[in-house]
Every structure is written in C-alpha cells, then in structure tokens.
C-alpha cells in the first residue's frame, strides 16, 4: 500500500513539471538574420518611463546572442527626425520598409503589457509583463515570445511577531515608493532570449563553444 | 575597451555619434559613426546614410554663412 502511494506521488509530482514544447524555428533559421532593428517600444502601462528604461535593457542579451543590435537611441532619433515620434505608429510600419531604411534583416517589436507595483499591506508585488514580435525584412513572423516576471520581497526573519510585522509593513512599503523594475526587466530578456527553450538561435557572432 | 583591443559593442560608437551629432559636434559625430562602420559590417548602411546627411548639413550651413 505504502509502495503503492509513494508511486502515486512521484507520478504527481513528476506529472506537474510542464515541460515547454520547442517551437519551430525553421521560419528563424531560413532569414538567418545578422542584424536585429529594435524600434521603440509601445507602452500599455501606466507608467511613461517604462518605454526608454526596458529600450535600454534590450541590446545586451541580443548582443550577446551573437547579433548586431542597431544602437537604440539613435534608431529612436532617426525615426523622430523622420517623423515618427509615436512608437505605435512606428509599430504600424510593415518590417520591409523599416528594415529597408536602417538596412537591418530584422526588425524587433517590444510592448510592454504590465510594469507595475500592487499594495497589499503586508506585500507589495511588482509585475512586469512583455510581448516580443521579430519579423524579417520579407515581412514574415520569425519569432515572438510574451513573458511575465512577478517579485515580491520576502520577509524571512523571525523574532517578535509585532516587530515581523512592522517590518514587513515598512518593506512592503518601501517596495510601493520605490519599485524597482529593471532587475525584473532585465531577467524577463535574458530568459526570452539566452534561457528559454524557445529562445533565439545564436548569431553570426555568438561564442564559440570552448573545447 | 580600444585599449584592450576588445571589440566595442555593436552600437557603443553609433550612439556616442549621435550625442555628438545632437550636441552639435558634426565632426567627431562623423568619426565615431566612421568607427562604427568599419567595426561592424552590418551597420554600414546606416552609418553612411547618417555621415552623408552631416555632409549634407554642413554643405548646406557653409553655404548659408557665404
């Protein structure tokens, strides 16, 4: 019977892991693109920074991949002096042309779906949630990803019931005055991009394994 | 990082361009813009559109100062 039950949990639990199914990069892997756009990025939170602080995030686990990243900012000026100062109707540009006009073989569209801090009491948890869209300078969708990343700050000492409390009010607190998002952000892109199953396939440029 | 003879990364010397280039230093924005180029292959593009448009301008402010 024992036997019986413990075989029971281990299927349980072995039954919970989720493994991620491996998508079908073939589209990726066909444009084989060297060069990745990353035009600024629409924002669907309430917060008008979150844009630039997740733009400035994004070249370094690209990069590191092994692609050339077009220098940001400038891409962000570039577009301005052409007229396009709303990153929505930068997003409504088809990838052929923008990819055309920076010469790139990839154009990456970022939205940002949440960036924000709920105060509950004791705990404040910060959210950050992101939608990632490649599409080749043919136009064809060669990759996209959404990631959701949660922080809640964790209050782990044990003395006087009253003083955890207080302490957890001030710590939940603080974490509402002062969210700090960018180590949230920055994890959310090295998963997308590094860790993840689904993650791009390495660039032209990326490390060669040492032997 | 030029020191170290590492390879700066992609964009480092394009964005240091275009600080010079909204700070009104034309001709070191061209050089870092001209260094970008020849570090990175992909870039070249852009970054001879961008040289040419300072030619342009300059061309253009030399013309009005006559």
Known sequence: MRV????LLVSLLTGCVVQPTKRD???FLATAPRSILVVPIVNKSLDVDAPNYVLTTLPVPITDKGYYVFPVNTT???LEQEGYYESEKVHEQPASVLAKLFDADAVLYVTIHRWDAQYALITTTVTV??????VGRDGTEIWQERKKMQYQPQNNNS???LAVLIGALINAAMTRVAPNYMPLAKMANQQVFVLDVNSIP?????????? | MEAGRQKVAPGLYAELGTLYLQAGESAKAKSYYTKERDAWPESRGLMT??????DRLDQTKTEAAQ
């Open chain 1, 4 to 7: 019986f039950f413990l075989a």
């Open chain 1, 25 to 27: 990069q073939s589209a």
């Open chain 1, 76 to 78: 962000k000026y570039i």
């Open chain 1, 129 to 134: 949630e992101f939608e990632y869209k490649m």
């Open chain 1, 159 to 161: 003395g006087h019931p």
């Open chain 1, 202 to 211: 390495d660039g032209p440029y990326a490390a060669k394994p040492v032997k």
């Open chain 2, 49 to 54: 559109a961008m040289i040419e448009n300072i």
